[in-house]
């Protein structure tokens, strides 16, 4: 019987009625008090009449009930996130928390996981105008496993936090240095230690801090000694404070200390790290000047450094979808200069019944990129170390290509679009991404800005070198005012790789639309459609509005215009569709 209710439930909930299926799935649950089927569909039903407390409460309901199946963590979520709730619910940290844990749903919790730190610590956060004061309410704030969650797998993208952590990490370092027990903030400096695994070590030590490490004896030198016994509290706290290399010989040397320390997120990343490095493929090999010099940039500063998969990036099916086409499964796919393998997993993991072809030039980002793929599941993709000019070696014909960020390090772009073009089906598509000359014209100035910042750390200035160690402490003593221009705002300056990869790339081309066109016919290859995003951003909209696309359909030069009036539209590149 209930399940006869049940059925003509969720029938109504399919056509719409919200107010009716409501309805029966409350009389079903008063003969059936526990139905996971029932709470979850008054969940939906609430949600859909903008009963968010109601909503959210069911969906607790049904999670309770269901033991915490996806599928109900996933409704949780998507209430969670259409409601736009901005205040702080007890009751969601757990299944929020729970949800984090799951590969699918991490990065769709990560945001709202902040929300519920900024509601829970609204003393704090609402003073982001300020700098953060330690005191005891921030001394809660950073031993919150909420908190540790929040910064042990992401790049902190947010100065304010990043304030924080800087506070806290000072603060525990002088507490050290006058005799205190730092163990209560153990499980905070493990997050921090991962995070600095994860933006190489970008939070450099100022120069109290640098003498107060030097005063007790917190070095490298100091930690790759075997026979010098240190706490656990000494040597975590000094991992957050060094570079990605001098982390890993830290880490191995002292893996037995770490492995006992009951820390399972630092050894974790500290294991993955090391394998990256120890787990390199050594087949194949790059015979081009500039791409060896490329390759081994990318050895160096592997880009882009990640551990959690945007389960809602776009698919390939999905990205051909929004031009007219599609992918079938005995379609090709081949990502192009894949890099750590990021774009290529997600779009992988999202169309399973296709093979995906990867290629790259990096032997360290291909290493990162099968783990990343095995960590995941993904099996459906096949990493190759091979230069984009060597593509013809594979005698393959793809269907759909997809090379973002990747023509423009090339010696000549325009012998790697050909070569691309060579092995795109007649009726294939390809996604390209290139450099805008115009949106960047501010980071030549920022470049100027760091290499004169350096200048004054050396004797001469022919002398003068890019270090990683000169980059940190310029990046360290940066100004509020400095860090509210949009390039700062970018999520490249929050990890050192990131940077370098922006602004201190050995080798890269810059274009406007105009000069792409003549890239595409050189190659014989036809302008189909931008793939520009409007979501947040009016006044691109209101400027398409003004100027809409001419009978004859979207062409280069019309972008080009669009781009003269606004010139930072393409800031995240020119992408873009192509084909024969």
């Known amino acids: 019987m209930p399940e006869d209710y049940l059925k003509s439930s969720q029938k109504l909930l399919a056509n719409g009625q919200y107010k009716k299926a409501l309805t029966a799935f409350e009389f079903v649950l008063l003969i059936k008090p526990n139905s996971v089927e029932a709470f979850r569909g008054a969940a939906q039903c609430l949600a859909k009449l903008n009963c968010w407390e109601k909503a959210i409460i069911n969906a607790l309901n049904a999670l309770s009930h269901g033991r915490n199946q996806v599928i109900d963590l996933s409704l949780l979520i998507d209430i969670v996130e259409e409601s736009r709730l901005q205040l702080f619910v007890e009751v969601l940290i757990q299944p929020l928390k729970t949800a984090y844990k799951q590969p699918t749903l991490t990065s769709r919790v990560y945001p709202l996981l902040i929300v519920q730190l900024e509601g829970k610590y609204n003393d704090i956060f609402s003073q982001k105008q300020c700098k953060p004061v330690f005191n005891d309410v921030f001394d809660q704030l950073i031993k919150d496993p909420l908190f ?32 205190e027990s730092i163990t209560p903030y153990l499980p905070f400096l493990a997050s921090l230690a991962c995070l600095t695994l994860l933006n190489d070590g970008l939070y450099g030590p100022t120069d109290s801090e640098a003498e107060k490490l030097g005063i007790l004896n917190l070095s490298l030198a100091d930690f790759i000694d075997e026979e010098n016994k240190r706490s656990i509290e000494e040597l975590v706290l000094t991992l957050c404070y060094i570079q990605f290399a001098d982390a890993l010989r830290i880490g191995y040397v002292n893996k037995d200390l770490i492995k006992f320390s009951d820390l399972e997120n630092l050894n974790l990343a500290l294991a993955f790290y090391s394998e990256v490095m120890t787990q390199i493929d050594e087949e194949g090999v790059i015979k081009r000047d500039t791409s060896r010099l490329v390759q081994s940039f990318y050895a160096e500063n592997p880009y882009p450094k990640w551990h959690v998969m945007n389960t809602e990036a776009l698919n390939a099916q999905e990205c051909l979808h929004s031009i007219g086409k599609s992918v079938n499964s005995t379609s090709k796919i081949l990502i192009a200069g894949c890099g750590t393998g990021k774009q290529a997993i997600e779009f992988a993991k999202g169309c399973p019944e296709l093979n995906v072809t990867a290629i790259d030039i990096s032997h360290v980002s291909l290493s990162y990129a099968r783990l990343m793929a095995n960590k995941y599941n993904v099996t459906n993709i096949e990493f190759i170390l091979l230069d984009i000019l060597d593509i013809a070696v594979l005698n393959l014909q793809f269907d759909y290509i997809v090379c973002t960020g990747v023509l423009h390090h090339m010696a000549s772009p325009q012998h790697g679009l050909n070569a691309l073009e060579s092995v795109l089906t007649a009726d294939g598509y390809m996604l390209i991404a290139l450099y805008s000359r115009l949106a960047r014209q501010e980071l030549a100035g920022i470049k100027s800005d760091l290499i004169s910042f350096l200048h004054t750390e050396e004797t001469s200035l022919a002398e003068t070198k890019v270090t990683k160690e000169g980059v940190i402490k310029w990046r360290g003593q940066l100004s509020d005012k400095s860090k509210q221009q949009p390039w700062f705002q970018c999520w490249d300056f929050f990890g050192l790789s990131g940077i ?45 509005v003004e100027n809409p696309v001419g009978p004859e359909g979207e062409t280069l030069e019309y972008w080009h215009s669009i781009e003269n009036k606004l010139t930072n539209t393409f800031t995240a590149m020119y992408q873009f569709y192509v084909t024969r």
């Open 148 to 179: 540790h969650m929040i910064i042990e797998q992401h790049l902190v993208a947010n100065y304010f936090i990043e304030d924080i952590i800087l506070l806290a990490r000072a603060t525990i370092i002088n507490k050290l240095s006058q005799g």
């Open 500 to 544: 370098y990869d922006l602004i201190l790339h050995p080798q890269q081309f810059e274009f406007d639309l105009l000069e792409i066109k003549s890239l595409l016919q050189s190659s014989g290859l036809k302008f189909k459609s931008m793939g520009v995003s409007l979501t947040n951003n009016q006044p691109l909209k209101k400027l398409i």
